[in-house]
């Protein structure tokens, strides 16, 4: 067993403590506290030590890409075209993946949302299986039609009782309103509830989507005809928000990605079901595409549980979660640095349905921390020195298993 003494511990889930301290073995914490302790500690000095941060929403099948596709100035449809031609002209090329992770925990991550296509889920599943951090492969869900709902929800099945024998953790993905039949969302739904597995899903991410939704017309519609893959009936059009937000509640863990444009009822149904819903704001992504801006300060006073993912390199320069904190403390100067660290931590391990394990230092958690230097701060600054600071990390270099 090892005992790491340093100036502030913050467990995130309780309160600060000042002159902490963090026990752990063979990878797990076994105990921590404040003041003296009986065991041989290891003096960190004037630091902090905090949960591993989580990016709750990525798809790393792009993690070779030097910058992102296409330009977020056009239509979002204009966007998905160029995802599509971009996957049709390239193969996932062997170590996306590990390069994904790899960048991933280089910037303090220890745990990822990530969206497994097809293809990333069956040729390169034996690099999930390396992570070194905790991994949920959300199998992503593509499919407008009836005659395919049965299939791809004995698929789900699949990849859930697959993942039993894996390092890695399932997730279930329907991939957004406008690709996904009601029908095959719901079995979903209800196979993460039976499960508990978590689910995550793009929704109300683009005045496309919602006018697509709403009365069937757009840029949205217009791909989807040129597919051939426009099916009325399937995407419940004329549909709302709401009525997917109201399906997304039967899950066991549900994510709403973006939900850039969520109105007042709709955070106010998701705070009022935070046990079971969360919603993963992209904040680099968001301005990738110029929304309009984010309603971050409207989702917390919804008491909506607001985590924080990078998206992918397809609409943002890298997997940098602390430059997503960065970019977010510097566009919301009123939203506090302590619910940014709750954000990228354990709302975010609450969203995947691992916070037993990571987003908050607790006995039986993992014991991969980071230590950030904090010169002299207070209980009154030590997040906000935590937060500027970030970038200067390193690993605890606990025992692991
Ligand atoms: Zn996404």
């Not at 978590?198 to 757009?218: C, K, N, Q, R, Y």
Request: proline content about 4%.
């Amino acid at each position: 067993m090892s005992v790491y003494r340093a100036r502030w511990v913050l467990p995130i889930s309780t309160p600060p403590m000042e002159n902490g301290w963090v026990s752990c073995h063979q990878g797990v914490i076994t105990s921590l506290g404040q003041g003296s302790v009986a065991e041989e500690t290891i003096d960190l000095g004037n630091v902090a030590i905090i949960p591993c941060l989580i990016n709750a929403h990525t798809h790393l099948e792009f993690s070779n890409l030097d910058s992102p596709i296409g330009t977020g100035d056009g239509s979002f449809a204009d966007w998905i075209q160029a995802v599509l031609d971009y996957r049709a002209s390239s193969e996932i090329g062997a170590g996306v993946i590990a390069s994904g992770l790899e960048q991933s925990i280089e910037s303090g991550v220890g745990a990822i949302g990530e969206i497994a296509t097809v293809a990333a889920a069956s040729e390169l599943e034996s690099e999930y299986q390396e992570s070194v951090g905790e991994l949920i492969a959300y199998r992503e869900f593509i499919g407008l039609s009836e005659s395919r709902v049965a299939e791809l929800l004995q698929q789900a099945e699949a990849h859930i009782n697959a993942a039993k024998k894996k390092k890695w953790q399932a997730g279930l993905s329907p991939h957004a309103p406008y690709t996904v039949h009601g029908d095959l969302l719901s079995g979903l739904c209800s196979l993460s509830a039976v499960h508990q597995v978590p689910l995550a899903m793009h929704l109300a991410e683009t005045l496309e989507e919602i006018e697509l939704l709403e009365v069937s017309t757009g840029p949205l519609r217009e791909l989807l005809d040129r597919l051939n893959v426009w099916d009325a009936a399937g995407i419940q059009s004329p549909g709302s928000i709401q009525a997917y937000l109201e399906e997304l509640n039967k899950c066991w863990r549900a994510s709403v990605i973006h939900g850039n444009y969520l109105d007042v009822d709709h955070r106010r149904f998701i705070g009022h079901h935070r046990d079971v819903m969360s919603v993963v704001f992209c904040p680099r992504t968001h301005a990738y595409f110029g929304h309009s801006e984010y309603p971050l300060e409207q989702m917390l006073a919804a008491n909506v549980r607001l985590a924080l993912g990078t998206d992918s390199r397809a609409s943002n320069p890298d997997l940098s979660m602390i430059a997503e904190l960065g970019f977010v403390a510097a566009e919301f100067p009123n939203v506090s640095a302590e619910q940014l660290l709750l954000s990228a931590t354990h709302a975010g391990a609450y969203a995947l349905g691992l916070e037993k394990i990571v987003g908050a230092i607790a006995a039986g958690a993992s014991s991969r921390l980071l230590v950030v230097p904090c010169d002299d701060a207070t209980l009154d600054n030590v997040h906000q020195q935590v937060l500027e600071n970030l970038h200067e990390f390193s690993h605890l270099q606990c025992e692991q298993m």
